[in-house]
């Protein structure tokens, strides 16, 4: 891990609200190897947007980062610390250029006024020296790279005439058009049928790999990330809770959090006559959380839950958890027997 182009280092980030700040995200850390792919995975609310636009620099007007550093290190180039660009500074140095960004309803990122083919061109034009004929070829290359057909035709096209998943493919087109080095993607499957979301999955996965891009996945789908991660981070009421390879995370989970997110997962292997939920809430963000934020949804919860908050402990040198179970003094309690009976079915399966 010792090439990462993202480290994210005790991020705190709030909101000023009506009702008080909301304390959203309360000190991440996280790193990405480069050309790796991390998965940010966790219910909605738990900060995985917000961890993304932090590092995007598209806050809302109210947020704001306290604390913490963003440092990225595009290859070839000094390190940036992302926390301390203003917004103007992002836009000329970084987003669309170093850094992109999939958002999960396309409909929203495109313009409804203008045709895709104006759409991917004015973008190059914006960071590139290059003429507007040049700016077109590429616009057209993209989508074909994007596995559009007819590009030409399409390039006259606007968005409503566009299926769901043509446009998402046309978003990423854009997203890629200046060649960045990290891409983030937020939910980018979510609106689209399984199909389609395969596929989508397929085409950022080869253009990862041709162009040597490092990728963040934000989502709850856990199966989305069995098929793309490299490395997983779960978050749950603005921290990271637990973090590891992929294999780590889905074949020996340690928090309680990830036991949960992962019984509630539908199988095929498992004949199971209700799947699971995770029983209550989670907690306002708006002052000081005391103790393990998940404590009162967590049937193994210890007496010490309710009145410190558990550090990372480490599993190994790429995985670690913050749950009180891990101490050397704790209960040996592992995941329920139908998660851990489901685990093992998969590590048979998967070798």
């Known amino acids: 891990m010792s090439d990462l182009i993202l480290e994210v280092k005790g ?158 493919r046309v978003v990423i087109a854009i997203a890629i058009s200046n060649s960045p080095q990290l891409l983030i993607c937020d939910e980018p499957t979510t609106a689209l049928d399984v199909t389609i979301q395969a596929k989508i999955l397929d085409i950022i996965r080869s253009i990862q790999e041709s162009m040597g891009i490092s990728t963040i996945y934000i989502t709850h789908d856990l199966g989305v990330v069995a098929n793309v991660a490299d490395f997983v981070a779960v978050m749950y009421a603005g921290k990271i809770v637990e973090k590891g390879t992929a294999d780590e995370v889905f074949y020996d989970p340690r928090h309680p959090y990830t036991w949960g997110l992962l019984s509630a997962m539908p199988s095929i292997d498992v004949k199971e006559e209700e799947l699971y939920t995770i029983p209550g809430s989670p907690p306002s963000l708006i002052g000081e959380v005391i103790g393990d934020a998940f404590a009162p949804r967590n049937a193994y ?41 489901r685990l093992e079915i998969m590590r048979r399966r998967n070798g």
């Open 11 to 168: 991020l705190k980030v709030s909101f000023a609200t009506k009702a008080g700040s909301v304390n959203a995200i309360r000190g991440v850390d996280l790193e990405l190897p480069r050309g790796k792919t991390l998965a940010i995975v966790g219910e909605s609310g738990s900060g995985k947007s917000v961890t993304a636009k932090a590092i995007m620099g598209i806050l809302s007007s109210n947020g704001a980062i306290d604390s913490g550093e963003i440092l990225f290190t595009p290859k070839g180039e000094g390190t940036l610390s992302l926390e301390k660009l203003s917004k103007k500074q992002f836009r000329k140095t970084v987003n669309g250029t170093l850094i992109s960004m999939v958002f999960q309803d396309p409909m929203t990122s495109l313009d409804p006024t203008m045709s895709i083919g104006k759409q991917i061109i004015e973008g190059i034009l914006a960071h590139q020296k290059v003429s507007r004929a040049e700016a077109n070829r590429q616009a057209v290359e993209l989508l074909r790279l994007v596995e559009i057909a007819e590009p030409e035709k399409r390039m006259k096209n606007y968005p409503h005439q566009l299926s769901g998943g043509m446009r998402q």
């Open 301 to 341: 919860s210890l007496n010490i839950d309710s009145r410190i908050e558990p550090p990372m402990f480490k599993v190994s040198q790429t995985h670690s958890a913050a749950t009180w179970l891990l101490h050397e003094s704790a209960p040996k309690i592992g995941p329920p027997k139908a998660l851990a009976e």
